[in-house]
């Protein structure tokens, strides 16, 4: 079994191999919080997190940047009065990439 969230993100390019059939499964099947959804025809990993104020869920908005930024790598992020969507892709192979389910991983790290 692949533990993602020790795993580190790649540099990706155009053109790359999106994550397989199997590695998507087993993040799902791992991390059932999360979601595959489909955003203008773009698949991605989508996961809302429950927090008791705005605050915690800010704070959490601010925690998921900084991951995002220490990694080079960038989900969408909507922050609203007691939880936080966070969707992950690849925008340069418009699809998902590995790094995506790492860092849904990881993100579920940071929420403890």
């Known amino acids: 079994m692949t533990n993602f969230s020790e795993l580190q993100c790649e540099a990706c390019r155009a053109g790359a191999p999106p994550a397989t059939t199997e590695e998507l499964q087993e993040f799902l099947r791992t991390h059932n919080s999360w979601q595959q959804v489909e955003v203008d025809g773009v698949p991605r990993i989508q996961r809302i997190y429950v927090f008791s104020n705005f605050v915690d869920a800010l704070n959490f908005t601010n925690r ?37 389910l ?7 790290t940071l929420y403890g």
Request: proline share 2%; glycine share 10%; charged share 20%.
């Open 64 to 100: 998921v940047g900084h991951l995002a930024e220490q990694e080079s790598h960038h989900p969408a992020l909507v922050t609203e009065w007691g939880k936080v969507t966070v969707s992950w892709w690849t925008h340069k192979i418009h699809g998902l990439h590995r790094n995506d």
């Open 102 to 108: 790492i860092m849904g991983a990881k993100t579920d």
